[in-house]
């Protein structure tokens, strides 16, 4: 195991298995372009081991130059493609092949593909050494590809955490066994949204509230907001595999998070499923599920005092309180049956001080 920064990598690929990779490639390219001299294009800073060793490997004519994009910061994807190192001159008649570290979404290659449409080559191809097909959008096609490799965050051989790992001639995967991932549970006014603020600063988890993701997606007019949006207006709920792509949206997008602690979701044994499936495909798990139990009598005249300063209807009428906990029972029953099967299940004292509280929880999470 080695340390970058924060985050703990594991041993992932060897060298033998990289430069098995790097030849593949060439390999590959040499049989179709062995007759005549091709214009190679490494993309930094990522790609430097790569296109230095795959020219070892590559024995026929050819030239080479670089271009500088930028996507990342820390583990994840800014969406924002800049271009830092622009196109070779007297490119224009030329075979051009572009020798990329990595694909995963295709960001990245979206942009190359945009900067060589305005050129005048004799064709373009892609060369990747490592490609994630799970989570690529699939848009363009790969012409050339070292190896296949899962949805995980790698560093080594070119690849970096912050600039650091670049010169490691192995390649690392992140360790994700240190995350915590929670669901919190608990009847309106049992304090989540509270804890839950303590919770992320404690352990620098990310909070992932349903409503908030849900508010957010339609606010913004993003694709999974505008489709949430077309059930709602027809007063249809929404499928779950529209919120749970949501969710998967906000952990992809917080991949630096040391954990999640998922509020408002799961709601049923089926949604729980989903989740653990999505978490699994990444190599993550839920850790616990807590709730939060309360006597409904204390919660109801909290929820009375907070409607008089909120002024939320649903929080000024008894009958409308009693009916929302009578609803938590019976979608929470499945869910609690479920995670006991697991032995992931705990139940938390929610009545006291908030601090007294937060150190119930802490308590648990720190067995985890």
């Known amino acids: 195991m080695i340390q970058l920064h924060d985050k703990q990598f594991k041993p992932f690929l060897s060298q033998a298995q990289l430069l098995a990779a790097v030849k593949n490639v060439a390999d590959k390219i040499a049989a179709d372009y062995k007759d005549e001299t091709p214009l190679f294009v490494g993309v930094l800073n990522g790609s430097f081991m790569f296109v230095s060793d795959f020219l070892k490997e590559y024995q026929h004519p050819c030239e080479v130059s670089f271009v500088k994009l930028s996507s990342y910061s820390g583990l994840t994807s800014t969406g924002i493609v800049e271009t830092l190192l622009d196109l070779p001159e007297n ?13 995963d979404t295709g960001r990245t290659l979206k942009e190359l593909v945009h900067l060589f449409s305005q050129t005048n080559v004799k064709e373009f191809k892609i060369a990747t050494l490592f490609h994630k097909p799970s989570v690529y959008n699939g848009e363009y096609k790969i012409d050339y ?96 595999e529209v919120t749970i792509k949501m969710l998967q949206d906000e952990v992809i997008k917080n991949a630096d998070a040391k954990g ?21 495909s990444k190599d993550m798990k839920i850790n616990a599920t807590i709730a939060l139990e309360a006597n409904d009598e204390v919660l109801i005249q909290r929820l009375l005092e907070r409607g008089k300063v909120s002024g939320r209807p649903d929080d000024q009428d008894e009958n409308k309180i009693r009916n929302r906990f009578e609803e938590y029972n019976l979608k929470t029953a499945p869910l ?33």
């Not at 490119?91 to 694909?103: F, N, P, Q, W």
């Not at 006991?340 to 009545?351: C, L, T």
């Open 91 to 103: 490119i224009s008649g030329k075979s051009v092949i572009i020798l990329e570290d990595i694909i």
């Open 145 to 240: 590809v070292g190896m296949e490799i899962p949805d995980k965050f790698i560093v080594g051989y070119g690849l970096d955490y912050n600039e650091l790992g670049r010169n490691l001639k192995e390649v690392y995967q992140l360790n994700q066994n240190t995350m915590i991932n929670l669901v919190l549970f608990g009847k309106p006014g049992a304090g989540k949204g509270t804890q839950a603020e303590f919770l992320k600063s404690e352990y620098n988890l990310k909070h992932i509230s349903t409503g908030d993701v849900f508010r957010y997606n339609i606010k913004n007019g993003t694709e999974l907001g505008i489709l949430a949006k077309s059930f709602i207006d027809k007063g249809d709920l929404v499928p779950d």
């Open 260 to 280: 999640f602690i998922f509020d408002g979701f799961p709601r049923t044994t089926a949604q729980a499923e989903a989740l653990d499936a999505f978490l699994d």
């Open 336 to 368: 609690i049956s479920y995670y006991e099967g697991k032995d992931k299940f705990f139940s938390v004292n929610g009545i006291g001080e908030i601090s007294e509280i937060t150190e119930r929880l802490k308590k648990v999470i720190d067995t985890l």
